[in-house]
């Protein structure tokens, strides 16, 4: 297994994986590198040389056994780990993707959530308590959460990013727009940036004719 | 101007927007090449080379004025346009994107919402209709929306997604695991893949020592 694993090759395994679970429902029992690399939009050398990344997941020229390759992904994703999580900021978004993470997320366990509006302390979300921010880092040092979910509004996230790169945290998920590698690059950030999401969206709708 | 613009400098361009939103904001008037590249974690040529796309937006040697490059990037992106909207699936997802769209999101308007529950039929979300999906074509044919923001569960955006590319939409916005390009490989698809996102944060945080 070589030693690093880029981003790109990174982003493409949970499509693997998502796409090898679906063939798996419909009763596919294997499938060719050239068949992941129509799905993918990439070549089968593309799909070889990412499997390769982590040892290779069959033989060359029978394909792969897609039960095998799905359970190889599976655990290479999740490491048979629940990870703790807190949710800081529990508006709308928040409770969206607190019941999102508790129904569709495999590997993932929201353990408490944080807010300023004292209305809802006490108060839970996906079963969880909500706390007053003042608790949250007397709450990472007892408890150490290894993610934390930002669901904050933007100007908040500016201001916290100080204070949440401070929490020894593993990794973050963020929706807001702060750009926490700012603060402190070696952090794990997986950005969530809807509105550029929706303006690439409009961009292409816009400039139909420039479009790729 | 050249005649494409690829995917990866379309998707820079809501970033070199919000950066110099936020400069104007702090009262920076103007801002090289190499300032916004450290900023986007590219090169200053990288950068020249984006804005070349459209033009080039200064002058060289002198950097760029702030208020002109926010106001070309807006051009470009939002062309003056606001781009009707339907929202399908109005779950706990559907109902926090469509508030997100109607407090965040410049140059484009909900105008109705569809659902299969009966019991939200003539119900409103952020002050717009919500309809039965039995309306979804005739309401298209007439009132000729751009945009279907997609908030169903995956197995219904499954049995959808040859629907949904019929009704002559300028593009999507996608929050289910759907890969509506299977179907349409010519439509406009922004998709934001939640899950993929938290498997992607997971897989970094488990295999630390592979990491980027």
Redesign the interface.
Known sequence: ???????PV??R???Y??YVEEMIARGIERVSSSELAD?M?STASQVRQDFNCFGGFGQQGVGYNTSVLYEKLKE????D?T?PAILIGVG??G???A???SQ??F??SLVAAFDIQEDLFGEKVENVDIYSMDFLESFCREYNP??AVICVPKEAAQQMAERIIKLNL??I?NFT?C?F??YDDNL?V?N?????????????????????
């Open positions: 297994m070589q030693n690093k694993v880029s981003l990174i982003r395994l949970p499509r994986y998502r799905l939009g290479l994703i999740f490491q780990a990870l709308s978004l409770h969206t993707i019941r999102y993470i569709e997320c590997g993932v290894q993610i593993n990794g998920w727009h750009d590698s700012l794990i997986e969530v940036y809807l509105q550029d999401s929706m303006m690439s969206l409009q961009f292409r709708i816009n400039n139909i004719d420039l479009g790729e």
